[in-house]
């Protein structure tokens, strides 16, 4: 009885110590819009292992893909009223809440991934206005890649001329929408998970985006028509909730931006080495890959510049026009 017994404290003391050591374990919630097979899954894996391991485990990060918690303007609302932790969109859904960052949306800013990184790790202005971030509720951590902005569509797309007439999904981003305009779509706003299901039924005629959310999400399904126009540089910056950020202590803050970075390095070598692979892959299933002449879509949307000026000024423009054409005269194209 008395050996029992002392089985008995043994294992009510083990449990005790078991249920303290997991109830010093924070779950924080990880929401994107991604596919569990896509690059930011994979990215989010990386970072949330990293931050484990770094913090000793007393932080889970609990990944949600394909928009479970909610689509990308929802998330980052979530964001700033401490729903969600982490999450992780274009730069452009994050101006809704400061207006500036759809400067970095204007088209043809840079042609390279490595001038990409370079604007958006080096660049005076957008560190500036990334800084700006914390007082509206969230926090950018590093920025994971996307890849450049092209088209899927119902129908070619060789010219401006082709797009007359034609309705194109958009984010709630002027700078794209002006895009989109001044190449000659008339343009609809919508999540990207109502996107599928609207080209099919026929609503819109194609959406844009970088090919690793075209092979992510399968657009080429319904919109097999895969235009390489490369018009946007539209990489992901990472982001965290300030009311978690601030509960954080200095050393956990050190750890959670260290996985950050780590996992930044991951998704952009993932993705630019994928693209190619990709491409392949979605030709195989059906779709067409072209690559039209560019000089008309240039020509197209150098409207947007000025509009730009008028909106945002031209202090603001030109200055990242100043940045981006100095990032291209450094790392000049090899293509």
Known sequence: MKTS??????????????????????????SHTDNPG????????????????????????????SGQLANDPKAIEQLQLGGVDFTVSA?????????????????FLVDTYEQGWAFYDNS?????????????????LSTWEAGFRSFTT?????????????????FPNDMIRWTMEAIGFQTVVMPITDVYL????????????????????????????ITLTRHVYSPLPLTVSEQTWQKFSEADKAAVMKAAAEASAFSRDLVKNSVDKQLEEMKAAGATVSVPVIGPFREAVA?????????????????????TAKIREMMPSTN
């Open 5 to 30: 017994l002392k089985i008995i404290a043994a294992a009510t003391a083990a449990f005790g110590m078991f249920a303290t050591a997991a109830s010093a374990q924070t779950v924080l919630k990880f």
């Open 38 to 65: 896509g690059s930011r899954q994979a990215a989010a894996e990386v970072f949330a292992g990293k931050v484990a391991e770094y913090t000793e485990g007393r932080y889970e990060i609990r990944i949600f893909p």
């Open 91 to 107: 730069t452009g859904s994050y101006a809704t809440h400061l207006t500036t960052l759809n400067l970095t949306a204007m088209p």
């Open 124 to 140: 005076e202005w957008l560190q500036a206005e990334f800084a700006k971030l914390p007082a509206v509720g969230f926090r950018v």
């Open 154 to 170: 119902t129908m070619p797309l060789n010219s401006p001329a082709d797009a007359v007439g034609k309705k194109m999904r958009v």
């Open 198 to 225: 609207a080209i099919q039924q026929g609503t819109v005629n194609g959406q844009e985006n970088p090919v690793d959310t075209i092979k992510s999400l399968r657009f080429y399904e319904v919109a097999p028509h």
């Open 303 to 323: 409207s947007v510049y000025d509009k730009a000026r008028d909106v945002y000024g031209a202090e603001a423009v030109d200055k990242v026009l100043a940045d």
